[in-house]
């Protein structure tokens, strides 16, 4: 599903590469967590996934797709079928959760009668059911990440991308979110979890890579959170 051969990533000509020389191998239906100290390249990784960041030397293939010398045209059609969730959420604060959710589909000139089938669904599956008309204002930190997470949801990606989703969550309420992408990793999507929740990582004994100086040096199955 995610195969990383060699793949570096310097953001300037001079600099110390954010990413170096990574080989990373995940299969379809794994679910990894990334950890490692501030500045390690977690977050340049992600991007490189999502093709936002183009690497300087090595090889990805997502989903069977070499990233470098994919056409400019291709990207947008490539993104939808990867979710990605961030720590601040990014949602449309002047709208409701339907909306948020919708408006993702409407972007890509989904028929509305399909928005108006999938959103409910999507909304459900999160644990937002009841919660349609809601502004995300007046929602909880838990609740908007929730909502983040259908928007990400809604195209049936077949991966799913998180930085830190918990970053901005009391610990209970990380907990909810860990098991929510536990469950939507037990339905089928390859779940790739960017975390420094040192307690929520050695409890659920999942895959942890862990980098070190834009360096993968650690790659463990019911791997725990090393002090690095
Ligand atoms: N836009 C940028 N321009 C130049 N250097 C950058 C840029 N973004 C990140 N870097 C550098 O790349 C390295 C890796 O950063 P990255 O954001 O990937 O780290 P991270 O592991 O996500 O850290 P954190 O845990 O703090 O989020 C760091 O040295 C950082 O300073
Ligand atoms: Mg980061």
């Known amino acids: 599903m995610i195969d990383l051969e060699n793949v ?52 990805i293939t997502v989903n069977g797709q070499v990233l470098e010398g994919m056409k400019h045209r291709k990207v947008a059609k490539y993104r939808r079928k990867i979710g990605v969730v961030f720590q ?38 999160v644990g937002l059911g009841g919660k349609y008309k809601k502004r995300v204002t007046e929602l909880s930190g838990g609740e908007q990440q929730r909502v983040a997470l259908a928007r990400a949801l809604v195209n049936r990606p077949d991966i799913l991308l998180a930085d830190e989703p918990t970053g901005n969550l009391d610990p209970h309420t990380s907990q909810e979110i860990m098991k929510l992408l536990e469950q939507i990793n037990n ?32 790659d463990e199955k019911e791997g725990e959170y090393y002090e690095n």
């Open 8 to 59: 570096s990533m310097a953001y300037t000509d001079k600099g110390m590469p954010a990413v170096s020389h990574a080989n990373l191998h995940v299969n379809k239906g794994e679910f990894i967590f990334v950890v490692g100290s501030s500045g390690s390249g977690k977050s340049t990784l992600i991007k490189l996934l999502l093709k936002e960041l183009d690497s300087t030397a090595g090889k």
């Open 187 to 218: 339905r089928g999507t390859t779940v790739l979890v960017v975390t420094h929740d040192r307690e929520i990582v050695n409890s659920m004994k999942k895959r942890v890579v862990t980098m070190k100086d834009g360096s993968i040096v650690n």
């Open 88 to 125: 601040d959420f990014r949602l449309l604060k002047d709208r409701n959760v339907y909306e948020n959710v919708a408006f993702a589909q409407r972007v890509i000139g989904r028929p509305t009668r399909v928005i108006k089938k999938r959103v409910p669904e999507v909304l459900m599956e």
